[in-house]
């Protein structure tokens, strides 16, 4: 586990906005692998534990998670003027990007070979996210909630929305709960023994 002490931070809102706009770049199809590599390996930032508490709080809010992260990551090290900073640097290039792929992809997006290429992506994504989950599983050790209940709660999710096809809102205010719940007992019972 990285101490705090042993943390970088970002040096500037620029430093924010041009790692932001790098971490976008690379993001094509998801960017999970990306963002945790970057910001936990490379630049330091943040922790194990600190990314996947803060992934957590980026995925329940509205909107995609990694520009919940810049916001939030942002807003830690320079208030309002770097959750901006992070946030332009999350759209401002993937934007001019994604509006060139569309004036080019508009003319061939019907075409077998085009239509084989998005697909190979996707799964190419859902592989980057699963070995991320799995990098990231030995922060779960250190969870208050223990890593056996962390495994549950995660595959009850998975069977609620990927088997049974249960809305997302639905299972993720569920295992929420069921999480926060379990979360506070056992926080409750390490402070009572630390009490002593």
Same mark, same amino acid.
């Given at each position: 586990?990285?101490?705090?002490? @042993?943390?970088?931070?970002?040096?500037?809102?620029?430093?924010?906005?041009?790692?932001?706009?790098?971490?976008? @770049?690379?993001?094509?199809? /998801?960017? @999970?692998?990306?963002?945790?590599?970057? @910001?936990?390996?490379?630049?330091?930032?943040?922790?194990?534990?600190?990314?996947?508490?803060?992934?957590?709080?980026?995925?329940?809010?509205? *909107?995609?998670?990694?520009?919940?992260?810049?916001?939030? =990551?942002?807003?830690?090290?320079?208030?309002?003027? +770097?959750?901006?900073?992070?946030?332009?640097?999350?759209? !401002?290039?993937?934007? =001019?990007? $994604?509006?060139?792929?569309?004036?080019?992809? /508009?003319?061939?997006?019907?075409?077998?070979?085009?239509?084989?290429?998005?697909?190979?992506?996707?799964?190419?994504?859902?592989?980057? =996210?699963?070995?991320?989950?799995?990098?990231?599983?030995?922060?779960?050790? !250190?969870?208050?909630?223990?890593?056996?209940? &962390?495994?549950? #709660?995660?595959?009850?999710?998975?069977?609620? $929305?990927?088997?049974?096809?249960?809305?997302?809102?639905?299972?993720? #205010?569920?295992? +929420?709960?069921?999480? &926060?719940?379990?979360?506070?007992?056992?926080?409750?019972?390490?402070?009572?023994? *630390?009490?002593?």
């Amino acid at each position: 586990m990285s101490e705090p002490s @042993l943390l970088n931070r970002p040096k500037s809102k620029m430093d924010l906005f041009l790692s932001f706009t790098w971490l976008a @770049l690379q993001g094509f199809g /998801g960017v @999970l692998a990306v963002v945790q590599r970057v @910001l936990v390996e490379e630049k330091r930032w943040m922790s194990k534990e600190q990314f996947v508490e803060d992934w957590a709080v980026a995925q329940i809010m509205p *909107g995609p998670n990694v520009v919940n992260l810049s916001l939030m =990551i942002g807003g830690r090290y320079f208030g309002l003027a +770097g959750a901006l900073a992070g946030l332009a640097g999350m759209l !401002t290039a993937p934007l =001019i990007v $994604v509006l060139l792929l569309a004036i080019a992809f /508009g003319g061939v997006s019907d075409a077998a070979w085009a239509q084989g290429a998005l697909r190979g992506m996707g799964a190419v994504s859902a592989g980057l =996210i699963a070995a991320v989950g799995l990098k990231l599983i030995s922060a779960l050790k !250190t969870n208050p909630m223990g890593m056996p209940v &962390c495994i549950g #709660l995660a595959v009850l999710s998975f069977v609620g $929305v990927g088997v049974m096809r249960w809305p997302l809102a639905w299972v993720l #205010l569920g295992m +929420g709960l069921l999480g &926060c719940g379990w979360a506070y007992v056992q926080l409750a019972r390490a402070a009572a023994k *630390g009490a002593r």
